[in-house]
């Protein structure tokens, strides 16, 4: 019996806390004991995390690239307090099992055991993700997303929209009523060798944040159902309003860290009061928070196409 789990315990997991612990450290200033706490871990095990050399975690079949740019994600979401420790876990699943359906995890272990290959095993993907069970209108969203994700893979301007804790795109259904209704890129947009790049395929329920927000904006107007984030600066700026999009912005204490849902709250008022549609919504960051700038389309290669433009606008006016 050699189940996939067995690569995930001994390779991605061990890979993952400490490449987290390191950051937490390292970049939030977070002690031995917090991160233990938060990561589930004894101090001990926090203690050898942060000896350990990084470029030592990516054990076979990772890479460290790969490991860096899921682990950053899960980073920025603890360190920001958007990840309860269901989200968390949450997380960590839904990644082990993107990488188990055709990704390094599949590959892997249909190398461990021949007789997979074979059989040609697709155990991984009847279990949690059959296409018989994926509605026709779940496919076409799925479609959408992977549409918008090359259009903004293949321009290379996007690279300097990416903020720290990363961009991700999603994109909900028409009556969706949680976070499971709404699909995005788990792991999310990251760069790679000066690359954009998705790690991994869309999946519905791997938001917590975007989706969150997404959700918020449909209960005021559902014709609003995709939402992407990406680095907030003046240059940005300029090139909203040069384009009239109709925005508004949260401006924070920058000594105080608000409240978990302030964002949620400034947006749900903004609708009301712009006559419920909004381009863009600019948090403005503060403390522990990176300026971010959301915004918003009916579909997901709608908002791909103009994210596009707007970080072409963007790359020229710098470049001046």
Same mark, same amino acid.
């Given at each position: 019996?050699?189940?996939?789990?067995?690569?995930?315990?001994?390779?991605?997991?061990?890979?993952?806390?400490?490449?987290?612990?390191?950051?937490?450290?390292?970049?939030?200033?977070?002690?031995?004991?917090?991160?233990?706490?938060?990561?589930?871990?004894?101090?001990?095990?926090?203690?050898?995390?942060?000896?350990?050399?990084?470029?030592?975690?990516?054990?076979?079949?990772?890479?460290?690239?790969?490991?860096?740019?899921?682990?950053?994600?899960?980073?920025?979401?603890?360190?920001?307090?958007?990840?309860?420790?269901?989200?968390?876990?949450?997380?960590?699943?839904?990644?082990?099992?993107?990488?188990?359906?055709?990704?390094?995890?599949?590959?892997?272990?249909?190398?461990?055991?021949?007789?997979?290959?074979?059989?040609?095993?697709?155990?991984?993907?009847?279990?949690?993700?059959?296409?018989?069970?994926?509605?026709?209108?779940?496919?076409?969203?799925?479609?959408?997303?992977?549409?918008?994700?090359?259009?903004?893979?293949?321009?290379?301007?996007?690279?300097?929209?990416?903020?720290?804790?990363?961009?991700?795109?999603?994109? $909900?259904? %028409?009556? &969706?009523?949680? *976070?499971?209704?709404?699909?995005?890129?788990?792991?999310? =947009?990251? #760069?790679?060798r000066g690359k954009v790049r998705a790690l991994m395929d869309p999946e519905f329920g791997v938001s917590s944040h975007l989706a969150k927000l997404l959700l918020a904006v449909m209960k005021i107007n559902p014709n609003m159902r995709s939402a992407i984030n990406v680095k907030h600066n003046?240059?940005?700026?300029?090139?909203?309003?040069?384009?009239?999009?109709?925005?508004?912005?949260?401006?924070?204490?920058?000594?105080?860290?608000?409240?978990?849902?302030?964002?949620?709250?400034?947006?749900?008022?903004?609708?009301?009061?712009?006559?419920?549609?909004?381009?863009?919504?600019?948090?403005?960051?503060?403390?522990?928070?990176?300026?971010?700038?959301?915004?918003?389309?009916?579909? $997901?290669? %709608?908002? &791909?196409?103009? *994210?596009?433009?707007?970080?072409?606008?963007?790359?020229? =006016?710098? #470049?001046?």
């Amino acid at each position: 019996m050699n189940p996939p789990c067995e690569i995930t315990v001994r390779a991605l997991l061990p890979a993952l806390r400490t490449l987290v612990a390191k950051d937490l450290a390292e970049n939030y200033g977070w002690t031995q004991t917090k991160i233990a706490k938060r990561l589930g871990v004894t101090q001990a095990a926090v203690s050898g995390y942060l000896t350990q050399d990084v470029e030592s975690t990516a054990l076979p079949p990772f890479n460290i690239e790969e490991l860096r740019g899921i682990a950053k994600g899960l980073t920025n979401e603890i360190a920001m307090k958007r990840l309860t420790h269901v989200d968390l876990i949450n997380n960590i699943c839904e990644i082990c099992l993107s990488l188990r359906r055709g990704g390094t995890i599949c590959h892997v272990h249909k190398i461990k055991v021949a007789e997979l290959e074979e059989e040609r095993c697709t155990i991984c993907m009847q279990l949690h993700m059959s296409l018989a069970d994926i509605s026709d209108v779940r496919r076409v969203i799925l479609g959408d997303l992977r549409a918008a994700v090359s259009l903004v893979e293949s321009t290379p301007e996007f690279t300097d929209l990416v903020p720290e804790v990363f961009s991700n795109i999603v994109m $909900a259904l %028409k009556d &969706a009523k949680g *976070i499971a209704d709404v699909a995005g890129i788990p792991g999310r =947009l990251v #760069r790679v060798r000066g690359k954009v790049r998705a790690l991994m395929d869309p999946e519905f329920g791997v938001s917590s944040h975007l989706a969150k927000l997404l959700l918020a904006v449909m209960k005021i107007n559902p014709n609003m159902r995709s939402a992407i984030n990406v680095k907030h600066n003046n240059s940005l700026l300029s090139v909203i309003k040069k384009l009239n999009l109709r925005y508004e912005m949260l401006t924070r204490d920058p000594k105080y860290e608000g409240e978990k849902d302030e964002l949620i709250k400034f947006t749900e008022g903004a609708l009301k009061k712009d006559g419920s549609w909004l381009d863009v919504v600019i948090d403005s960051g503060g403390f522990g928070i990176e300026p971010n700038a959301y915004f918003f389309d009916e579909s $997901a290669t %709608k908002l &791909a196409d103009r *994210i596009v433009r707007i970080s072409r606008m963007v790359s020229n =006016l710098e #470049r001046k």
